[in-house]
């Protein structure tokens, strides 16, 4: 890989390298939008707070617009694990220099990738809304708003 | 220039803080800062992307776990000696993740503007001639977006969260 002084990355010359280095423009520019969205929807309009199971249910199980947010996130799980740990592993192959070692290293960082890719992609596309359980939360919640409003008027 | 005075090469790799310092270390100015930032919150957004994964993993295999754990990002938590938490609502914890949330917030978005002005950079070499304005677009638009950005993530905690009470129900179970 070429460098332009310490640490300064140019844009490399072929091989596996430069395809990333398209990776890293494309999913990046894409991310922006994907990424930024779903911290608007998730922090502004909505908070820590609200966001439950209910709420995920509501998402990803809309007869109508379910299949979006499914896209939506699953699109943007697999580019940013790829994006992390492809950013990770560049960092990382400035201070591990030895083939053998780097051998190890992408085991560690592509294994780790890989699961989160599998159990995240897994928990998009087999989600199944529990009804009984979200029934039991109305109920609860309806519970504790009653208790709440007794305390209030005594 | 005369050889006889001038000393050797430092050798680069001297030994683990010497690699870190080194690792931190750039041609100086905006490209040094611009650089650390974008390499430190990536990092950071990484972190928290592999967090995030797992817990949302709960949401398919134990619903019950998955309220549970957002219950606490919210300050709800069980098991707290009474006169710490206020009905299962401990504070303090509210507050640090709704700053965890805001630097997480912040992250996202500086890795995002400067990101812009990366691929910019490379797709169109003659931007390179105008890094000092764009890097202070990056730096305006982010502040911009932080002030009211951070208002409304910090202003909630004025009040302590409505019906925190239920979900430690539904947690309890």
């Known amino acids: 890989m070429a460098y332009s002084g310490i640490g300064r ?3 490399p010359n072929g091989g596996f390298e430069l395809a990333w280095w398209f990776f890293m423009r494309i999913s990046g520019l894409m991310l922006v939008f994907l990424a930024l969205g779903h911290l608007t929807i998730t922090h502004l309009i909505n908070s820590v707070e609200n966001i439950n199971y209910a709420f995920v249910a509501s998402r990803w199980a809309d007869p109508q617009s379910g ?15 790829l994006h992390g740990f ?46 009984e359980y979200i029934q039991k939360w109305k109920a609860e919640r309806e519970a504790a708003r009653f208790a709440q409003s007794a305390r209030h008027i005594q | 220039m005369s050889t006889s005075t001038s000393r050797p090469p430092q050798v680069y790799r001297r030994g683990t803080w010497a690699r870190i310092t080194e690792g931190l270390r750039y041609g100086g100015g905006i490209g040094q800062w611009s650089w650390l930032l974008h390499r430190v919150t990536g990092l950071g957004i990484l972190v928290f992307l592999i967090i995030h ?5 709960l949401v398919v295999a134990y619903p019950e776990l998955y309220d549970h754990t957002v219950a606490i990002y919210g300050g709800s938590i069980t098991g707290l000696p009474t006169s710490w938490s206020m009905n299962g609502y401990y504070w303090p914890l509210r507050w640090a993740f709704r700053i965890g949330e805001l630097g997480l917030i912040a992250c996202v978005l500086f890795h995002s503007l400067n990101g812009v002005r990366v691929v910019m950079v490379d797709f169109w070499p003659r931007a390179s001639l105008h890094q000092r304005v764009m890097f202070n677009w990056v730096l305006g638009i982010f502040v911009a977006i932080m002030i009211p950005v951070s208002i409304w993530v910090l202003l909630p ?7 925190h009470s239920r979900v430690i129900t539904s947690a309890s179970m």
Not at chain 1, 67 to 81: E, G, K, P, S
Not at chain 1, 93 to 114: C, D, F, N, Y
């Open chain 1, 67 to 81: 299949w979006i947010w499914r896209l939506w996130d699953l699109t943007m799980i697999n580019l940013a694990v």
């Open chain 2, 53 to 57: 994964i797992i817990d949302t993993f």
């Open chain 1, 86 to 131: 492809n950013g990770l592993r560049q960092i990382l192959w400035e201070q591990i220099l030895s083939p053998s070692k780097r051998v190890i290293a992408s085991t560690i960082i592509w294994g780790l990738a890989a699961v989160l890719i599998i159990g995240g992609s897994y928990s998009i596309l087999l989600f199944q809304e529990n009804r």
């Open chain 1, 9 to 11: 990355k140019v844009r």
């Open chain 2, 157 to 163: 905690l004025r009040h302590a969260p409505e019906m």
